[in-house]
């Protein structure tokens, strides 16, 4: 950490990175970091791959950019990123950049920079900046404090997910106490859904069966173009499934193209679906899995994951 303070200490213009399809722990991130460096008088620049959602949008910052000039910064700090490729197309010019820093909680991560500052026990990367502007001795204001506070919100699931410890909360009372509009990030973050995700969703409980404690919804082409919603819109709404008691899993399944299948699959505590995705060329975490483009229909790859869940009984349920 004294090394990674020195660097932004030292520094007098910084560029700041994120990886590709930020969230709201690595937006959060950025932006509180952003006014942290500008009150100490710093140029800063956050320099992102695309234009943010609106629901990203906390606050307006002037110095958000789309390109990256090498020789305007002294240093380059990537958040939240555990790896390389996640800077998209930054990833050559930022690896070869000499004066580099990452700072991130990822428990499964790559080296991203020269100098690096993980914490994987921290629950979000807004948890160990609210620890590193400490020590910067930053005046952790409103706008500072409502970002810091969207990271935490973000990456916890509203403190549902189990990183949410005793010091998330901690953390997150200090926030208040700093003035974080916390009306804002809920709104922002939990009440801003689009119609059209909301029409999909309506067709996803449409196409609902629930058998054998597997709750699974298949989405046509069709149902895709009447929400007016892509599958990137419409996948978290498969959130919504496992809430029901009787459910361990989820899965929903999106037709793409005709005979091309994109999967989901979620999962209560104690199940694991990054087996089932797996098996279809997929990955992703212990409940929260899926897969990309498989050739077959919804029909035939329900009745194959179907079928593979019923032979894999024992590995997908843990303990
Ligand atoms: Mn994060």
Redesign the pocket.
């Known amino acids: 950490m004294k090394k990674i303070i020195q660097k932004i200490k030292t520094a007098k213009s910084i560029g700041l990175f994120v990886h590709t399809k930020p969230?709201p722990?690595?937006i959060g991130?950025v932006f509180a970091l952003y006014f942290a460096l500008k009150q100490k008088n710093k140029k800063v620049d956050i320099i992102l791959e695309e234009k943010l959602p609106s629901n990203l949008q906390f606050f307006e910052i002037e110095n958000i950019i789309y390109k990256l000039e090498k020789t305007k910064y002294d240093l380059l700090v990537a958040l939240?990123c555990g790896s390389k490729k996640l800077l998209s197309k930054y990833t050559n010019a930022f690896s070869s950049f000499e004066n580099t820093v990452a700072i991130?909680?990822?428990r499964t991560r790559e080296a991203v920079a020269k100098l690096e500052f993980v914490n994987a026990e921290a629950s979000?990367?807004?948890e160990i900046l609210f620890c590193l502007l400490k020590v910067l001795k930053t005046k952790i204001d409103k706008q500072i404090a409502t970002c810091l506070y969207a990271?935490l919100v973000?990456?916890t699931g509203r403190f549902l997910h189990d990183n949410t410890t005793a010091k998330v909360f901690d953390i997150a009372s200090n926030l208040l106490k700093f003035g974080s509009d916390i009306n804002l990030v809920n709104t922002k973050l939990f009440r801003s859904d689009s119609t059209q995700k909301v029409k999909l969703l309506k067709a996803m409980l449409n196409n609902l069966e629930i058998k054998n404690r597997i709750a699974i919804s298949c989405l046509s082409l069709e149902d895709y173009k009447k929400a007016d919603c892509s599958v990137s819109q419409g996948y978290e709404s498969i959130n919504t499934l496992q809430t029901m008691e009787e459910v361990d899993i989820a899965i929903v399944l999106s037709e793409i193209k005709p005979n091309i299948t994109n999967a989901s699959f979620r999962s209560k505590q104690g199940f694991n679906v990054s087996v089932i995705a797996q098996n279809f060329g997929g990955g992703g975490h212990t409940q929260a899995s899926g897969f990309k483009e498989v050739a077959g229909n919804l029909k035939d790859i329900k009745t194959q994951i179907l079928d593979f869940i019923k032979k894999h009984k024992k590995e997908i349920k843990i303990g």
């Open positions: 969230d722990d690595a991130s939240d991130d909680h990822h979000s990367t807004a990271g973000g990456d």
